[in-house]
């Protein structure tokens, strides 16, 4: 059995939380970093995880592209869809319903949120600017949690 976490992290807490999954398993997992522009060959994959952080309602537009190109691939595989982001409750519940095409998400074992984390230092002005507005901090904060992280991959698992 083969496993490949292919994530999309603009400031890194998606790539946290990529790692953190990987090492739940016993089996030797593969990270593929969206961003990075290189491709990847799906075929020795049983099961694919995608991850993103959101920005603005929307998953990283790599995180969209990868699905939408490997649509067909993927609707075969065991998958996991996992994001990144600050929101609860409702607005939660919308923001993960919208992450993902419908076809893979109706195929997912396990779609869930692991929180997220506020990276000043990593951030744009403009970023910066939205964040203390919106969420009232200019403090880097993460709320991860592990225990997402650590039923999500009991989820893979038993699949
Ligand atoms: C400008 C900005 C906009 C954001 N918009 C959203 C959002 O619409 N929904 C959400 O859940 N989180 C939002 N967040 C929080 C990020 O998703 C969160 O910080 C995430 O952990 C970032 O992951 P990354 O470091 O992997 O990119 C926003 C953060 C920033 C800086």
């Known amino acids: 059995m083969s496993i490949l976490i292919a994530y999309a992290s603009k400031h890194g807490c998606t790539a946290q939380c990529a790692e953190m999954l990987a090492e739940k398993f016993d089996e030797k997992v593969d990270l593929y970093d969206l961003r990075s522009g290189k491709s990847m060959d799906l075929s020795q994959y049983e099961k694919v995880i995608v991850g993103s952080s959101v920005y603005v309602g929307k998953?990283?537009?790599?995180?969209?592209?990868?699905?939408?190109?490997?649509?067909?691939?993927?609707?075969?595989?065991?998958?996991?869809?996992?994001?990144?982001?600050?929101?609860?409750?409702?607005?939660?519940?919308?923001?993960?319903?919208?992450?993902?095409?419908?076809?893979?998400?109706?195929?997912?074992?396990?779609l869930d949120c692991f929180g997220g984390a506020y990276t000043f230092g990593k951030m744009s002005f403009m970023e910066k600017t939205i964040v203390k507005v919106i969420a009232k901090t200019n403090k880097d904060t993460s709320t991860i949690q592990e225990d997402k992280i650590n039923s999500f991959a009991q989820a893979l698992k038993n699949a």
């Open 59 to 110: 998953v990283n537009k790599e995180a969209t592209e990868f699905c939408t190109n490997n649509l067909e691939i993927l609707k075969n595989k065991k998958i996991g869809l996992f994001i990144c982001g600050s929101q609860e409750g409702e607005s939660l519940k919308q923001e993960l319903a919208a992450a993902y095409p419908p076809e893979l998400q109706s195929k997912a074992i396990i």
